[in-house]
Structures are given as structure tokens and as C-alpha cells.
């Protein structure tokens, strides 16, 4: 079954340090999402994209953070220079809108950890 | 806008016990309705759908029915493990192009034995 693939699982960062979390969407799929979830709270939406561009992002998705398609199968998050509250598990999802299928499929998450 | 409203944990029961976490939800049109589970540790994982109104998803002994008239998507189960002991989120998809799934706040699910 196609899934949607994230790594690292787990990435320990010091303040200020840029970081970058790769996801691999499902190969046909055409939406692509970044959601977080601060340990024990509420997952919260990020940024869309689509079609090479942000669709929407979110407040909390400021100039620290950028996405990107480099290559036509990943789709990764960069933080410019992380903060401790940045510390959350970062959820990769993917959704193909063909035919009506509007369930977006989710990686097993990366945890980041600002220290 | 568009919105979940679920039920605050946390949830305590006894194995074999009935469950039911209530979600509601707001939305322009017709979404799209899904329970979303995360066990300890673990990502999130699609329970059961539903996609238009009337509509009953189940799975693994899990079922919610998409209810238009009240606007509601509430998650039952007759007889409960420990092993279901889990936070679940329920979520909907506006339907639109590119919209985003909106998570509700999650209810944490303690099975005891």
C-alpha cells in the first residue's frame, strides 16, 4: 500500500541551527501539506501546496520557514533558524483530488527537538 | 469558517465498556468527515471516513455515522480494549481544491483493564 514516507523520525537540533525534514509524498498526489503538533496538543496546519507554489500557509508559518519541491518526489520544511518552541512533531501529508478522493494520507511524523 | 469541536479528554473506561466521543462541526458545504487515531508515540493513522451525508464508516469495530441535520460525526464503539487506548482527532476536508484537513482538538482514550 503507497504511504507517505518522512525522515529523519527523529532530529535533536541546537537553537539557531537551520534544519530541513524531508517527506515523500505518495507518488500521484498533487496536494502536499505540512502540519505540526506540540507534544500533547493539537495538530495545527502549516502551509499547502500545490503545483509548485503555496497554496496557504498559516500565522504560524513565517519567514523561518520555506518549502520546496526540489525534485518532483520530495517535499521538504525548512526551519532557517530554529527556536526552542519550535520543538513538535512535524506531520508530512499528501492528498490526490482526482475523482473526488479528498483523504490525505500522513507520514509516521519526524519529532524535532530544539535545545 | 470551517471548524471541529470534539468532546475534552480525558476519557476513562473499563475494558468491554461502550464509547462514544461526540464531534461536532462547522463547515461551508459538504466535507468530507474523518477519525484520525495516534497511538503512544506513534503518527496519525486513518480510523474510518465518511463522505457525504448518511454515510456510516467503520473499522476495526469503530463506526460514526455523518449526521447533516445535526452536523455531527460521533465516534461509538460497543465494546472497548485496552489496546484502543489511543488520542483521537476527529477531522474534515472542506472539499474545496486545495483545502487543508481541520483537525479538532483530540480526545485522549485510556482502556483500563
Known amino acids: 500500500e503507497p504511504e507517505v514516507t518522512q525522515t529523519p523520525s527523529h532530529q535533536v537540533t541546537q537553537m539557531g541551527q537551520e534544519v530541513i525534514l524531508r517527506c515523500v509524498p505518495i507518488s500521484n498526489h498533487l496536494y502536499f501539506y505540512w502540519y505540526r503538533q506540540i507534544l500533547g496538543q493539537k495538530v495545527e496546519f502549516l502551509v499547502s501546496?500545490?503545483?509548485?507554489?503555496?497554496?496557504?500557509k498559516s500565522e504560524i508559518f513565517d519567514d523561518q520557514f520555506s518549502v520546496e519541491r526540489p525534485d518532483g518526489s520530495n517535499f521538504t520544511l525548512k526551519i532557517r533558524s530554529t527556536k526552542l518552541e519550535d520543538s513538535a512533531m512535524y506531520f508530512c501529508?499528501?492528498?490526490?483530488?482526482?475523482?473526488?478522493?479528498?483523504?490525505?494520507?500522513f507520514g509516521q511524523g519526524t519529532r524535532l527537538t530544539v535545545v | 469558517g470551517n471548524s471541529v469541536t470534539q468532546m475534552e479528554g480525558p476519557v476513562t473506561l473499563s475494558e468491554e465498556a461502550f464509547l462514544t466521543i461526540n464531534c461536532t462541526y462547522t463547515a461551508t458545504g459538504y466535507p468530507s468527515l474523518f477519525w484520525y487515531v495516534q497511538y503512544p508515540g506513534e503518527g496519525l493513522q486513518l480510523l474510518l471516513k465518511?463522505?457525504?451525508?448518511?454515510d456510516k464508516g467503520s473499522n476495526k469495530g469503530f463506526e460514526a455515522t455523518y449526521r447533516k441535520e445535526t452536523t455531527s460525526f460521533h465516534l461509538e464503539k460497543g465494546s472497548v480494549q485496552v489496546s484502543d487506548s489511543a488520542v483521537y482527532f476527529c477531522?474534515?476536508?472542506?472539499?474545496?481544491?486545495?483545502?487543508?484537513?481541520?483537525f479538532g482538538p483530540g480526545t485522549s482514550l485510556s482502556v483500563i483493564p
Open positions: 465518511a463522505t457525504k451525508a448518511d
Open positions: 501546496f500545490y503545483n509548485n507554489e503555496i497554496s496557504e
Open positions: 477531522a474534515l476536508n472542506p472539499k474545496t481544491s486545495y483545502d487543508k484537513v481541520i
Open positions: 501529508a499528501s492528498r490526490d483530488d482526482r475523482g473526488g478522493n479528498t483523504e490525505a494520507f
